[in-house]
């Protein structure tokens, strides 16, 4: 599985972004996608997921923000990412994990949050 994460850019704080991974291959045994992020010298940090039931987790920084959703016929996973923040400025990763526990990852893209 190779994935292709589109979307990032430039935006003002207050704005929004949707971020969009698209997945080359089957996702038969693909338990969960996400998005992770990293900004300038912090650690990569789990963002949000979807599980292959449909459940969703978010980041505390994320809740009430930030929307995850896939469409499994396009093999995609996308991030809404609303009421944006300097700090949500980071190179945002998206992540498939397999079911036996092993992960893919995106080339990822940068987004940031600046007047």
């Known amino acids: 599985v190779q994935l292709q994460a589109f979307g990032g850019g430039l935006v003002q704080p207050g704005g929004s972004l949707r971020l969009s991974c698209v997945a080359s291959g089957s996702i038969f045994s693909i338990s969960r996608m996400g998005w992770y992020r990293q900004a300038p010298g912090k650690q990569r940090e789990q963002v949000a997921f979807v599980t292959s039931a449909g459940s969703s987790n978010y980041a505390d920084s994320a809740k009430g923000r930030f929307t995850i959703s896939r469409d499994n016929a396009k093999n995609t996973v996308y991030l809404q990412m609303n009421s944006l923040k300097p700090e949500d400025t980071a190179v945002y990763y998206c992540?498939?994990?397999?079911?036996?526990?092993?992960?893919?990852w995106g080339q990822g893209t940068q987004v940031t949050v600046s007047s």
């Open positions: 992540n498939f994990r397999h079911r036996l526990g092993f992960d893919y």
